[in-house]
């Protein structure tokens, strides 16, 4: 089983940074891609980003895009999504998860996800 934990929500400011972590725990080598998604009350689940095992490729949402970047650090077990230039739009619940999958973007195919933390952007 593989656990995920994510930190660094909170409350920022239109225009601000925020750097949120996901850290796995458990069986760490069994799964291969992960990515960020968010979601806001009522709505679906959006994809984000996604990295591949070894970080070789990314891919983001056109909404994120040269705004956020994913980046994760094997050695630590953990992913990282840096979101700058913050919008009010961007005020979500934001998951972390894992897939055995190489590359999926639907989040049907990702396995584990974390708890999820709150980020809200005030204007």
């Known amino acids: 089983q593989v656990e995920l934990v994510e930190s660094g929500g909170g409350l920022m400011q239109a225009g601000g940074s925020l750097r949120l972590s996901c850290t796995a725990s458990?069986?760490?080598?069994?799964?291969?891609?992960m990515g960020w998604f968010r979601q806001v009350s009522g709505k679906e689940r959006e994809f984000l980003a996604r990295i591949t095992r070894n970080g070789d490729k990314t891919t983001y949402a056109g909404s994120v895009e040269g705004r956020f970047t994913i980046s994760r650090d094997n050695s630590k077990n953990t992913v990282y999504l840096q979101m700058n230039s913050l919008k009010s739009e961007d005020t979500a619940v934001y998951y972390c998860?894992?897939?055995?999958?190489?590359?999926?973007?639907?989040?049907?195919?990702?396995?584990?996800w974390g708890q999820g933390t709150q980020v809200t952007v005030s204007s």
């Open positions: 998860a894992a897939a055995y999958s190489d590359y999926p973007q639907s989040p049907r195919h990702y396995t584990f």
């Open positions: 458990g069986r760490t080598f069994s799964f291969n891609a």
